[in-house]
């Protein structure tokens, strides 16, 4: 248990739906993180929040949408997705935002599939 | 190219043996992270250095920063270190390595 939950832990989803994935973490951190993990590639940095307010967006695309209402809590908002886009979708909080000597403390994840 | 390269990406390995994960890395960092991931998903942070070595039980991690080179060796290896290591160095922003898949056989 890493204090970090995530939910649902599996989710399968048609190109013109629209789903939620929710991550919260108890650890009284202060930056979120929204990572996406597809086979045989590194992760990838998708959002990242700071005290709710979002730092930096590595150009996702806008069928992505992430939220932070609080800073214990974390969404991911989908809609009209591709089939590129299955993949494992990972949390993350951290005491601060920068990364030199924070660890990161990873939820469980979410495994997508878009059919 | 990737900015972080692991060595191997697949290992096998018998209970018992010692075992080296290699990373090295093409940017400059403050930090670097070594992360175990087990299958289902879940991420856990093993070790942070900046230089020199670290120890956790079975678990050893040493980083050269004029190298830009680091290992993760574990001692005594046993069926439950059977995972996902991966490197990840943190400079202005994380960069993550493809991870190295171990499986040690009883």
């Known amino acids: 248990e890493t204090g970090v939950t995530q939910t649902p832990r599996h989710l399968v989803m048609g190109m013109t739906n629209k789903k939620s994935l929710k991550c919260e973490q108890h650890?009284?951190?202060?930056?979120m993180y929204w990572y996406k993990q597809s086979a045989k590639k590194p992760l990838e940095l998708m959002f990242v929040?700071?005290?709710?307010?979002?730092?930096e967006n590595n150009s996702v695309p806008s069928r992505f949408s992430p939220e932070c209402p609080n800073s214990s809590h974390l969404f991911l908002h989908l809609h009209t997705l591709q089939p590129e886009d299955s993949a494992l979708y990972l949390c993350?909080?951290?005491?601060?935002?920068?990364?030199?000597?924070?660890?990161?403390?990873f939820g469980a994840g979410t495994r997508l599939s878009v059919l | 190219k990737n900015e972080v390269e692991q060595s191997p990406q697949n290992l096998t390995a018998q209970e018992g043996e010692f075992i080296t994960i290699n990373c090295s890395y093409s940017?400059?960092?403050?930090?670097l992270h070594w992360l175990q991931q087990h299958p289902g998903g879940g991420i856990v942070s093993l070790f942070m250095?900046?230089?020199g070595k670290k120890k956790h039980g079975r678990l050893i991690a040493t980083i050269n920063i004029q190298e830009k080179h680091s290992s993760l060796h574990i001692t005594a290896s046993h069926p439950r270190d059977s995972a996902v290591y991966i490197c990840?160095?943190?400079?202005?922003?994380?960069?993550f390595g493809t991870g190295t898949s171990l499986t040690v056989i009883p």
């Open positions: 993350a909080s951290s005491q601060d935002p920068g990364t030199a000597k924070n660890i990161q403390y």
């Open positions: 650890l009284g951190h202060n930056a």
């Open positions: 929040y700071s005290l709710e307010e979002r730092v």
């Open positions: 940017v400059g960092i403050s930090a």
């Open positions: 250095l900046s230089s």
């Open positions: 990840a160095v943190a400079g202005n922003q994380f960069y």
